[in-house]
């Protein structure tokens, strides 16, 4: 009777060969999962520059930008991307636009009717529909100084609120002329905020608008608005 000789050379190589694929596998999905990680653009957003690390830092512009729109001007930080629609942080391309600005900062401006009477929150409110796009109990207000004609202030996104928005924070200011809220939004990083907070503060107070969109010519102010701040002032 023949008989065949066995080895456990073969089973061996098999196993190790199974091994060495699984291995690769393993791997292989890793490196699958980091690359994907490192495309996506929330990954990026919230990573910034690494020459940005431990803070980032802005100059302010000597030459104003025009506000086309609304027919204003402003001085903005150098080079950071200048928006009329609110920014959606649900699309990659948007999102995209954004890591390509300086220290992950926007600048977005706008309008909006006032309907009297003023109550106290409406120009918060407002700046949250029309600049951010959400419901004005998705962000929370700090440093606000306000008027009937005038609003400026800082706010931050919720901790509940959901991704895609990253923890980020802005500054905003806004003036009403002739039944018209006129307003200017600087928005970063959250853990930018220590180094880029005052020269938002200071590209606000350089914003001029006019009363494009309202009654009458255009004008830099108008009496109605004055008599309101100074009787708000008075009282």
């Known amino acids: 009777m023949l008989t065949t000789p066995t080895s456990d050379a073969p089973r061996s190589a098999i196993a190790a060969g199974t091994a060495l694929v699984l291995l690769a596998l393993v791997i292989g999905l890793d490196v699958a999962c980091a690359g994907v990680a490192a495309r996506d653009p ?31 001007r402003v001085n903005l930080p150098r ?5 009329d629609e609110t920014l959606d942080f ?20 706008g309008w909006f009717n006032v309907i009297d009477p003023v ?4 120009h918060r409110d407002g700046i949250v ?12 207000w700090s440093e606000v100084t306000m008027t009937p004609t005038r609003f400026s202030g800082a706010y931050e996104y919720r901790d509940w609120y959901p991704r895609p928005v990253p ?5 905003a200011t806004l ?13 970063t990083n959250q853990d930018y905020w220590d180094s880029l907070g005052e020269i938002f503060k200071r590209s606000a107070e350089t ?3 006019t009363a494009a969109r309202g009654q009458g010519p255009s004008a830099l102010d108008d009496e109605a608005a004055l008599a309101a701040d100074a009787a708000e002032s008075a009282g």
């Open 42 to 72: 929330y990954t990026a957003l919230m990573r910034g520059h690494p020459e940005e690390a431990g803070g980032c830092t802005l100059a302010l512009s000597d030459v104003q930008s025009p506000l086309l729109e609304i027919q204003g």
């Open 79 to 83: 080079g950071v991307l200048l928006i």
């Open 90 to 109: 649900y699309k990659d391309s948007e999102v995209a636009r954004l890591v390509g600005s300086p220290c992950r900062t926007y600048a977005i401006y």
């Open 119 to 122: 109550g106290p929150d409406d």
């Open 129 to 140: 529909y029309s600049a951010l796009g959400l419901p004005p109990d998705h962000v929370r």
């Open 167 to 171: 923890p980020r924070k802005g500054w």
């Open 175 to 187: 003036r009403v002329l002739r039944g018209v809220a006129y307003y200017f939004v600087l928005e």
């Open 207 to 209: 914003a001029v608008f």
